[in-house]
């Protein structure tokens, strides 16, 4: 063999004096450690990426921070509602309890005007029973005329007081004639309660209860005297409904 200064070389010193390069390749060690790291570098950045978008921030998401902050705002919109709900309960309970209280002093200022004329037109018939007229005098006048609720309470009951105008020297006697005024179905009608008799010298007081005829809505009640004697004349009075 012929070296590079163009002398003779033994081929088997030349191949002893020359280095040689070992190349090795990857063990399967490495192989399965490469792959195990590479799969949990993958698994890592998936589950980042998953959170990632279950948490709204990305591309086309809104924050969750505006989320919460309009929730705020629906919240308090709705506190504010609800608190001005409740301001309009409170009027209104208090116009009703206002109102009712109107309307009870209306029906008691209407029921003592009622009673006050009624007892008016008792003490007129009663002085015209007195005064000398030229018609045919009363023997009887009507001194107390009202209606209340009966003890049970589930009927009206009707009081009525007969007198005697004057100096009584005999004993009087007649009818008592009890009539109800009202409407049914829209139409005025008069209804008969009942007739009972009467006969005193003095005084006398009489108590019934008033059976109302169904579906009727009362008006006026009105009370005849008739005496038996036809000559006397007869006494009639009147009482609005509700008393």
Known sequence: ??????????????????????????????????????????????????????????????NPLSNMATLRRAIDERDVIITDLRRQVAELDTLKVAQDRERQELAQSIGELQAEVARQRQQLEFYKGIVATTEAPANVAIRTLRIDNSRAGSRPLLRLSLVQPGNPQNVVSGMVIVTLEGARAGRASRYPLFETAYGFRYFENLERELVLPPGVTPERLTVEIRPADRAMRAVVQSVLWPP
């Not at 990857?26 to 790291?37: C, D, K, N, T």
């Open 1 to 62: 063999m012929v070296g590079r200064d163009g002398k003779l070389v033994n081929k088997d010193l030349a191949f002893k004096d020359q280095a040689f390069i070992v190349i090795r390749g990857i063990g399967p060690s490495r192989l399965r450690m490469f792959l195990v790291f590479g799969v949990l570098v993958l698994g890592l950045l998936g589950w980042g990426l998953f959170e990632l978008g279950r948490s709204g921030i990305g591309v086309g998401v809104t």
